[in-house]
């Protein structure tokens, strides 16, 4: 059974920057396109990065593009998300999953790890 564990979330001030990483078990990652999303209380989880099983292949939402950036270890079968210029609205829980897909559609994608708290102070 394929699990995912994301880590690396903490709190960090504004403009400050974090690398979330998210550990794949159970089967290796180099078959899976991955995503990241993210979810505050009272609204609905969001599209924040995604990388294809080809790693050339990535795409981020409008308001996360030229700060984050998604990459892939498959020898560590591990999928990255640095985050840098953090802002306050970027607080939230963030999550990765596994998808059959290139896709931001929420509805593709599985295998949805715990998430891991990301704070930014102002």
């Known amino acids: 059974q394929v699990q995912l564990v994301e880590s690396g979330g903490g709190l960090v001030q504004a403009g400050g920057s974090l690398r979330l990483s998210c550990v794949v078990s159970?089967?290796?990652?180099?078959?899976?396109?991955v995503g990241w999303f993210r979810q505050v209380p009272g609204k609905e989880r969001e599209f924040v990065a995604g990388i294809g099983v080809n790693d050339y292949n990535t795409m981020y939402a409008d308001f996360v593009k030229g700060r984050f950036t998604i990459a892939r270890d498959n020898a560590k079968n591990t999928v990255y998300l640095q985050m840098n210029s953090l802002k306050p609205e970027d607080t939230a829980v963030y999550y990765c999953?596994?998808?059959?897909?290139?896709?931001?559609?929420?509805?593709?994608?599985?295998?949805w790890g715990p998430g891991t708290q990301v704070t930014v102070s102002f």
């Open positions: 159970g089967r290796t990652i180099s078959t899976y396109n």
């Open positions: 999953a596994t998808t059959p897909f290139y896709s931001r559609n929420r509805d593709h994608y599985r295998n």
